[in-house]
């Protein structure tokens, strides 16, 4: 693979899951009310794996960008959206599709949806192709444009997906009126 897509998937995977603890760190009472919500945990464990899932988001972050094997981070974010999206299917099994899927921090509200499985599987599958390893060329002062770039692009596709998701079930609900 070449080193520049190689960065922009890492770089844009490290900022998902850095903004993701983020969100979470900011309210950290509403995110264990969301985990409580999911109802697979006991009341008591609630706490110590939310920190765990903060903590893990941001060593995925850290290893994409600083780990020296890159492999690291990359099987750390597909364990993490394999773990996100077996919670989304497990609700969603069960016709809990109105809680919140915490994704988008405290500030936005997103319900439980097939779309959240699609997209984590496309997360997954980018994860995979950065941990593959890097063709062995140098990086040129022109890259840098290349990889800002491919990083602004991913900004912008995962923002246009998100509204596209929180969209979908109203356009369903209209079509089924009409």
Known sequence: M????????????????????AHKLRDLETF???LRAYQILGSRWVAPAGAALVL???G???????????????????MLLGLYSFGIGFNLAR???????????PSARSPLSGALLVRN???????????????PRALHPIDAFTIGGGLVA???IFIAAQQLAALAPGLRSRRKSV
């Open 2 to 21: 070449d080193p520049a897509f190689s960065w922009i998937l890492r770089g844009s995977l490290a900022a998902l899951f850095a903004v993701a603890a």
């Open 32 to 34: 264990g009310e969301t």
């Open 56 to 58: 893990a988001e941001l």
């Open 60 to 78: 995925v972050a850290i290893a994409l960008i600083l780990s020296p094997d890159v492999r690291v981070g990359a099987a750390g974010a597909v």
């Open 95 to 105: 016709g809990r599709r109105d809680i919140d899927c915490g994704c988008l921090g």
């Open 121 to 135: 599987g496309v997360l997954a599958i980018a994860a995979m192709l950065a941990g593959f390893p890097a063709a």
């Open 154 to 156: 991913t900004v912008f």
